[in-house]
């Protein structure tokens, strides 16, 4: 690949792609919540899910200085990530409260990307994540699940037209603020019935003596104000404000 190649796929991935139509920014809105709604598809569209929530402990993991282990990713949906490191402190807590917040803060992040047009970035930088976590993925199916992913990125990326990539994008981020919230309830769930006894929660309770229930309601809160700042990335409210006047 020549020099010009390199600059025009740089310009590619870095340079700004014009917004889509409201009409798609939100139809993806509502492909995401037929994504997570309904009980027949969540279990399956729950895998991208555990991906977001497993890759959150193994970034934050190493981030605070722990050696990662390894990543497993199971067909019934769940997950397990293994560091290395003080079994207390600040680090350890971090690690274990980025499951559940991982998927809402990704995409509160991906909404201020494609707020600021930036729709190939998103999708290359979605790939690369991907990439960087298959290296520490410990099981067959939990390589699958992310060589899946990432092939869909890295095909929409490079061969879909911007249309495509658009409503791919806007359909994920969607999808990982409404999907990073439904999580939180199931969690609370299991925990009000006993099922749930080593839950992310429950470990951080052990670790700083805060109750549960409180690391729960920090999950949920950390959802909402994410679906609520992506919300406003996403939708142009002004289109809005101009309709009702």
């Not at 199916?141 to 990432?150: E, F, I, N």
């Not at 911007?162 to 359909?171: E, T």
Request: a neutral charge; proline letters at 4%; aromatic letters at 8%.
């Amino acid at each position: 690949m020549d020099n010009s190649s390199v600059t025009d796929v740089w310009d590619r991935v870095v340079g700004g792609q014009p917004d889509p139509d409201q009409w798609l920014v939100l139809a993806m809105a509502a492909v995401a919540l037929l994504a997570v709604v309904p009980p027949r598809i969540w279990p399956i569209a729950r895998n991208a899910v555990t991906i977001a929530h497993e890759g959150g402990h193994g970034l934050v993991a190493l981030l605070s200085g722990r050696r990662l282990d390894g990543i497993r990713l199971h067909s019934d949906t769940s997950g397990l990530t293994v560091s290395r490191g003080r079994p207390t402190g600040a680090g350890m807590v971090l690690t274990a409260a980025a499951g559940y917040t991982a998927p809402s803060l990704l995409g509160l992040g991906g909404a201020a990307l494609l707020g600021s047009g930036h729709i190939t970035a998103l999708l290359w930088g979605a790939t690369a994540l991907l990439v960087a976590m298959l290296v520490m993925i410990r099981n067959a199916y939990g390589v699958l699940t992310v060589l899946v992913a990432g092939a869909a990125f890295l095909l929409v990326s490079w061969l879909a037209d911007s249309d495509v990539q658009a409503g791919f994008a806007y359909a994920v981020v969607w999808f990982l603020l409404f999907g990073g919230l439904r999580p939180v309830f199931e969690l609370q769930s299991k925990r009000r019935h006993g099922q749930a006894p080593d839950s992310d929660a429950d470990q951080l309770a052990r670790l700083t003596r805060v109750p549960a229930a409180v690391w729960v309601f920090l999950f949920f809160a950390v959802a909402v104000c994410c679906l609520l700042g992506g919300a406003q990335w996403l939708v142009d409210w002004r289109g809005w404000e101009l309709f009702q006047s």
